[in-house]
């Protein structure tokens, strides 16, 4: 039996659109701003993530931003996550962009249900906020792992949105100088 976790950065206040200010809110790009230190400390525990990983779950934006990024790069990170199975909830589109992609075209709650059920390992989300949220609201989380950034922005999507939920801190960790991971689990 797996285990989906959701992997995310947000600023102080939970904000988690645009870090790289691709987007064009005017307040993203702030997850740039972290110091060289921090931002090595970070692509550590990113591999070790990746690593850990036996599978990516994504939403359709997602599999865009990051097929569209990750293909031409190289080195032990880069080789892991583009070859890691990836599975991406979508309505809307046919054919994955990442490699080894499959679409879960059903109710996406049925649908990462039995991929828990079916994948051994821990499944790992990245970015995809809305889907965030929808398998928050149907108690699908198995683990959180938050990277807060030293930022508070004031405004913008917010990672919970109205979503209620309960979880256990499990695990706090500092990264780098600045950043800290928080770990959450289901109760």
Do not use: C
Request: no cysteine; net charge negative; proline share 3%.
């Amino acid at each position: 039996m797996g285990k989906i976790v959701v992997s995310e950065h947000v600023s102080l206040d939970g904000v988690v659109q645009d870090p790289t200010g691709e987007e064009g809110f005017e307040r993203g790009g702030w997850f740039l701003r972290m110091s060289a230190g921090d931002r090595e400390a970070w692509a550590e525990l990113a591999l070790a993530e990746a690593r850990g990983a036996d599978a990516l779950l994504l939403g359709r934006r997602s599999d865009d931003w990051f097929a569209a990024r990750w293909p031409a790069r190289t080195g032990e990170w880069a080789d892991r996550l583009n070859g890691l199975r990836k599975y991406v909830v979508s309505a809307t589109l046919d054919e994955p962009r990442w490699s080894n992609a499959t679409v879960l075209g059903g109710d996406p709650v049925e649908e990462v249900s039995a991929l828990g059920r079916d994948v051994d390992g821990d499944v790992v989300v990245y970015a995809s906020a809305g889907l965030v949220r929808t398998l928050l609201e149907h108690d699908l989380v198995d683990e959180l792992r938050l990277v807060v950034h030293p930022v508070v922005l004031g405004a913008g999507r917010r990672l919970f949105g109205d979503t209620t939920t309960h979880l256990r801190l499990v695990g706090v960790r500092t990264v780098g100088d600045d950043l800290a991971l928080l770990t959450y689990r289901r109760p």
